[in-house]
């Protein structure tokens, strides 16, 4: 009885961890809320190069989804004249610090894509808001049907929060594109605490010495 009760301690610790190297740390992630067409979705900025330019419409849509009911539309229009934006994203920042592993991923749609170009960019900030580094993934050339971009990436020196930007950058003004993306997330690997060390150990010591005692 003694040997169960050791392996359902293990078990559950490990358990336990793993959940936590899983715990999206996004809010309102896949766009769901507010429900309906053309609303400012809870929890994301509309990042764009210049916010009083027309040329970008960032809302809430229901035409397409990858899972739930909506997704996040970043709508881009054609634009020559000044000001005009090469640039618009969803953000959220997250406090991360320095030295984490963490895997970023989002969906992806295009139902026009002309010259513009998506990618899940990561952006690390200092306490002071400064940015230190920057990664990313694009979008494969001719992507149109949802598409999943993923990068793991170890956090560098003085990072204290991390941007997550789901951006569309095009390469000239005459550019344009309609894209939706969904279930974006962020997660930081599982660093077992070493009271949760000491626990496990002693799970494993423990039924260790029940083996022993039955031989």
Known sequence: MKKFFFLGLVVGLVLSLSSAAHANMLVNSSFETPMGDNADPDGWWGLREFPTATDVVMKTATAEQYSGAQSG???MTANTSTPRNLWAGWGQEVS???GQQITASAWLKATARNYA????QLEFKDMGGVQINKTS?????????WTNLSTTVT???GTETVLVN????KTSGGASGEFYWDDASIDVAAVPEPASLLLLGSGLVGLLGVSRKKK
């Open 73 to 75: 539309r970043i709508t």
């Open 96 to 98: 991360i610090g320095a």
């Open 155 to 157: 956090t560098p020196v």
């Open 137 to 145: 993934v694009a979008a494969p050339a001719g992507t149109f049907d």
């Open 166 to 169: 789901l951006l569309v950058e």
């Open 117 to 120: 170009n998506p990618k899940l």
